[in-house]
């Protein structure tokens, strides 16, 4: 379905090898935020993160070239084309949060919101936890296993959940500032309300594949809203590993 050529056990390994490296890669990031505020070795953390999880779309994710020669009312065919499209979709969200990140840093320089750095590290913790369920969720489906796809996407389900409530619910009211004192604090809304708009509409996508998987709607032959949802929720991971440097790590607290 997804054009990947490797056994679900092949998967769940790769999962779990970058999902132990994204972790680890979050914490010397925050290590380094506390000793030292290096602004170029935060943006290479953040770039071999990024880097990480995009290898894991390109290796899992394989677009490849649909059939010319079969029919376009194909399962094939369409799901291809599915996939194209949403990735396209992927694609022009990408530029609205890079217009956000890029804002941030006009706006702020080497400056940054006075922030709770133990609430940045636990939601990025809760996040980067999530996708690693997300992508279990989605190689137990092509495995045919309904109930650890079920398992596995209300563990994303409620971790997303947990996520939206600590940026929105917690950081939100601690912060020391309105939505209109000042750049910082303006950004700062925009860019956490915007990603957590991104991830409360991943919480109902997932939400609607999890009623359906257990409907029996999908199979390991034809899960491609599976994929999407786990695509999206990897997209939205993606966006807060450069989210959250830089709005909790680089620069001085103004």
Known sequence: MSGNHNNPSDQLNQGLVIFILLGFLTFVEYMIAIWNQNLLLL?????????????YYMHIYKLGNIDEGGSHHS????????????????????????????????????????????????????????????????????AG????????TIITLVL????????????????????AD???????????????????????????????GMKGVYSAENCWPVEAATVYW???????IFFYPALYLIGIMA
């Open 182 to 212: 000042s750049a910082a604090s303006g950004v700062f809304f925009m860019m956490t309300g915007m990603h957590a708009f991104h991830v409360l509409t991943g919480v109902i996508f997932l939400g609607i594949i999890l009623r359906n």
């Open 43 to 55: 943006s290479v953390v953040a770039t071999i993160k990024a880097g990480l999880v995009l290898y």
């Open 75 to 142: 399962l094939a065919w369409k799901t291809t084309t599915n996939r194209l499209g949403f990735w396209l979709f992927i694609l022009s969200d990408a530029f609205l949060f890079a217009g956000l990140l890029t804002t941030r840093f006009n706006l702020l320089g080497l400056t940054r919101p006075h922030l709770d750095q133990q609430l940045g590290l636990i939601v990025t913790a809760v996040l980067l936890i999530s996708s690693f369920f997300m992508n279990r969720a989605e190689t137990q489906m092509k």
């Open 145 to 152: 296993d309904t109930k650890g796809f079920a398992l596995s």
């Open 160 to 179: 997303g959940i947990g996520f939206v409530a600590g940026v929105v619910g917690v950081e939100w009211q601690e912060a020391p500032f309105g939505v």
């Open 234 to 240: 990897h997209f939205v991971d993606v966006v807060w």
